[in-house]
Each structure stands twice: as C-alpha cells, then as structure tokens.
C-alpha cells in the first residue's frame, strides 16, 4: 500500500477505506488546480483503467506526498479520535497508575496536528506547483528558471554567503 510508505497507517486496509472520501475531497481541492483538469481527469481515467498507468510526466512522486498529507489533516480534524492511527493518542505515565496509561488527545493538539499536517502537505505542494510550471515550459520550448530562487544568488554556485 503506497499510502502507507508516505504515511504510516500500519497496512491499515479498514482505516484506509475509512480516509478514502478524504482523499478524494483532498485531490479534488488541492491537487486537481494545481493540474489542468483535462490532465488531471485523464490521469485519473487512466489509473481506474486496465492497463498500468505510465507516469510520463513523473507526476505521481509529486501528488502522493501531499495528496497522502492533506488527506491526514482532513481525517485528524474531523474523525473520531478512536478511528485515528494509534499515533495520534499520547502514551502518559500517570502519578496516580503503575503502568502506563492512555490518555486521549485534547482538542488544541489534534488541531495542532492537524495544522502541522496541512503546512507539510502545503510545502510538498508547492513542489508539484513549481514542477508543473517546469514541465509547463518544457513543452513550450522556454527556459525553466527556479521561481524560488532568491534574487541574486546562481543556481550553479554551491556556496552562498548569508
């Protein structure tokens, strides 16, 4: 299961049907603007399809990371807390117990976890935007330069002085 390389789930295939309607909602948010939807629907069309889909473009590393990451976030914000990997409850020692107990997570660190996902899953984006855009220019014969390379600075030097 790829989802699970990307984030651990533990080859959950029960939580993974569970997140599915977040992965959908997160593609359709987040991943289909960043792609044309001609592109985007034919990728798809593609992947539902009988033959194995060929990565052309070698999108797929791209889409998974943050694909995977905002699914995340929109599951720890809205699911259940015990529907939740087991990562998301916090092991404690409690002063009262020998052993150690299981404490549910509070409110302000689920969304904090939730929040923490969503600006990884931004910063990933941001990868696939700026790849996009290369390919973009690729195909129309222009010259790619990085958009977030600082003003100043050669992309073929090695050291910069801060």
Known sequence: MLFNKIYPIDNSRRFFL???????????????????????D??????????PYADQDGLMPYIRVPLAL???????DRLALEVLPEGVFQNII????????????????????SKDLTNQAQAELR?????????AAENAGEDYTDADLPQG????????RV
């Not at 600075?153 to 910069?160: F, G, I, P």
Request: cysteine-free; glycine content about 2%.
């Open 42 to 51: 034919d990728m798809k069309t593609a992947l539902a399809g009988p033959e």
């Open 18 to 40: 569970t997140i599915s309607p977040f992965i959908r909602e997160a593609e359709r948010k987040f991943i289909k603007p960043v792609l044309t939807e001609t592109a985007f």
């Open 127 to 135: 990868h696939l935007q700026e790849y996009v855009r290369k390919l």
């Open 70 to 76: 905002f699914s995340m976030s929109l599951a720890v």
């Open 94 to 113: 409690s002063d009262r117990l020998t052993q150690n107990a299981r404490q549910v997570v509070v409110t302000e660190v689920k969304r904090e976890v």
């Open 153 to 160: 600075l050669d992309e073929n030097n090695q050291y910069a």
